[in-house]
């Protein structure tokens, strides 16, 4: 298993550009999420899915788009960056519901820069 | 409001000179306390799971604890590979509410 990808694994915008940032995971995993870290900062949540078909804001959801059209891919997208969304963006996934935040896998980050 | 702190921000440590770290909440309805390890440029791996006050998990030189009001990861004879950020996160809320929320993390240092 490849676990949790994503990509790229760094980008560099102009303000006002658009992009996706790709996530997939090869786990079956029901639940996925979005997270960016900062400096001084905890992760914080973006958008998260349950399963296939829905989403869900976060704590920080202005400004990004998600949708879950499979069970394996999980995009992230950014719809008119700005100089605030300079962070670097993880994405993670758990089995299932329940307890679905228990061990949740990260990818291994995609880093962002807005200029 | 629902909070988590980690102190102390920033430890560094001789190989073999035993320590804690240290993470303290304050939120409504606790369902589960995390411990994840990140290395630079890299996710965060999960460590440990706590859910009940008294509850204890152990891997090779790691333990975690759990009070009502914070946790605890005793680290036992670093080696300077378990030098890492060390991330706390608490689950909190009602089923269909629940949420994670993060500690900065503490930045651990072992020297040999």
């Known amino acids: 298993n490849a676990g949790v990808t994503q990509t790229p694994k760094f980008q560099v915008l102009k303000t006002g550009q658009s992009m996706t940032l790709q996530c997939a995971q090869d786990?079956?995993?029901?639940?996925m999420s979005w997270y960016r870290q900062d400096p001084g900062m905890g992760l914080r949540l973006i958008h998260y899915s349950v399963g296939a078909g829905i989403t869900d804001q976060g704590e920080v959801p202005n400004g990004y788009n998600v949708s879950r059209s499979t069970t394996e891919d999980f995009p992230l997208r950014l719809l008119s960056a700005a100089p605030s969304q300079t962070s670097v963006y993880f994405c993670a996934s758990s089995p299932g519901t329940s307890e679905f935040k228990e061990t949740q896998y990260f990818g291994p980050g995609t880093r962002l820069l807005v200029l | 409001e629902d909070q988590v702190t980690q102190s102390p921000e920033a430890l560094r440590l001789q190989e073999g000179e035993s320590s804690s770290l240290n993470c303290s909440y304050t939120v409504s309805g606790l369902r589960g306390l995390f411990w994840y390890r990140q290395d630079p440029g890299k996710g965060p791996e999960f460590l440990f799971t706590?859910?009940?006050a008294g509850e204890e998990k152990e891997k090779e030189r790691l333990k975690a604890t759990l009070t009502k009001k914070e946790s605890f990861l005793h680290i036992t004879a670093p080696k300077p590979e378990d030098s890492a950020t060390y991330l706390c996160a608490v689950q909190a809320g009602s089923y269909n509410t629940d949420k994670l929320i993060f500690g900065t993390g503490t930045r651990l240092q072992v020297f040999p």
């Open positions: 786990m079956n995993h029901e639940y």
């Open positions: 706590l859910y009940s």
